[in-house]
């Protein structure tokens, strides 16, 4: 069992920045791959990035160039560097984390971009 637990959301405005975290209670962290999502009101949830445990990133096309997702296997913590947040990014953020057939969920942060 892997409990994560994210942090970091708030309200920015337009064109903002905000770094989010995902702590991680596994004792292998670093085996696993991480990803973030997001769900925006009255939308399905989508993917937002991935790190493997090799470090290698893969990034949906509405953030790619804005966002940087990151790990300190040390630290047990992910992290994604949202720059130059747009409105359409409001969303609650989850963190992800998967092993093989297993996969756990956090709770989710918010993210209000707005005026």
């Known amino acids: 069992q892997v409990q994560l637990v994210e942090s970091g959301g708030g309200l920015v405005q337009p064109g903002g920045s905000l770094r989010l975290s995902c702590a991680a209670s596994?004792?292998?962290?670093?085996?696993?791959?991480m990803g973030w999502y997001r769900q925006a009101p009255g939308k399905q949830r989508e993917w937002v990035a991935t790190?493997?445990?090799?470090?290698?990133?893969n990034y949906a096309n509405s953030v790619k160039g804005r966002f940087t997702i990151s790990r300190d296997n040390a630290k047990n913590t992910m992290y994604l560097q949202m720059n130059s947040l747009k409105p359409e990014d409001t969303a609650v953020y989850y963190c992800?984390?998967?092993?093989?057939?297993?996969?756990?969920w956090g709770q989710g942060t918010q993210v209000t971009v707005s005026s």
């Open positions: 596994a004792k292998l962290f670093s085996i696993y791959t």
């Open positions: 992800k984390s998967s092993y093989g057939a297993s996969d756990y």
């Open positions: 790190i493997t445990s090799g470090g290698s990133t």
